[in-house]
């Protein structure tokens, strides 16, 4: 059975909260995935992930450390709003094109809907870091939220995956 929902960890172990994707899918996947879930780690390549979608799929997830002025350690989920090139600023498809690994999933995301592969249902699964200094442990607070994070994560995909398919 192909896969019907991605899971993209998305960050960078070696800068302590930033890490928070990479440990919330390692865990997730661990436990073992629910069926018709596939589980990726993107790291700070976002033009892998835009090569994965590649394959087609109906929902994605997104798990990745954002600053949103939250107190650390607070967990979200968002529907993501994905814009078209088109609605960017000159300044904005400047810095689009000369970043080539698309390390902000926003640019992924924009990529991968100017390529028509973007899945109908986009999520973002994110967590308010407290620091992102070099280092590879998570701060007390993105430890707490990684195990919030695994539930919440559960829940959406078993949800996505059992849903109908859109044609």
Same mark, same amino acid.
């Given at each position: 059975?192909?896969?019907?929902?991605?899971? +993209?960890?998305? *960050?960078?172990?070696l800068?302590?909260?930033?890490?928070?994707?990479?440990?919330?899918?390692?865990?997730?996947?661990?436990?073992?995935?629910?069926?018709?879930?596939?589980?990726?780690?993107?790291g700070?390549?976002?033009?892998?992930?835009?090569q994965?979608?590649?394959?087609?799929?109906?929902?994605?997830?997104?798990?990745? +450390?954002?600053?949103?002025?939250?107190?650390?350690?607070?967990?979200?989920?968002?529907?993501?709003?994905?814009?078209?090139?088109?609605?960017?600023?000159?300044?904005?498809?400047?810095?689009?094109? $000369?970043?080539?690994?698309?390390?902000?999933?926003?640019? $992924?995301?924009?990529?991968?809907?100017?390529?028509?592969?973007?899945?109908?249902?986009?999520?973002?699964?994110?967590?308010?870091?407290?620091?992102?200094?070099? *280092?590879?442990?998570?701060?007390?607070?993105?430890?707490?939220?990684?195990?919030? +994070?695994?539930?919440?994560?559960?829940?959406?995909?078993?949800?996505?995956? *059992?849903?109908? +398919?859109?044609?």
């Amino acid at each position: 059975m192909k896969p019907r929902v991605l899971v +993209a960890g998305m *960050g960078n172990d070696l800068r302590q909260d930033d890490g928070f994707g990479i440990a919330v899918i390692r865990c997730f996947e661990a436990a073992g995935a629910p069926e018709g879930v596939l589980v990726y780690e993107s790291g700070i390549a976002g033009i892998g992930l835009v090569q994965e979608l590649m394959d087609g799929y109906e929902a994605l997830v997104i798990v990745d +450390a954002a600053d949103r002025g939250e107190a650390p350690g607070t967990v979200y989920l968002l529907e993501a709003e994905v814009s078209t090139q088109e609605e960017l600023t000159e300044e904005s498809r400047q810095e689009f094109l $000369a970043d080539t690994h698309l390390t902000v999933p926003s640019q $992924a995301l924009t990529l991968a809907r100017a390529l028509d592969i973007l899945p109908p249902k986009v999520y973002i699964l994110g967590c308010q870091p407290k620091e992102c200094g070099l *280092g590879m442990d998570l701060s007390e607070p993105v430890e707490r939220g990684v195990v919030e +994070a695994i539930e919440r994560l559960r829940d959406l995909t078993v949800r996505l995956a *059992g849903e109908p +398919a859109t044609s």
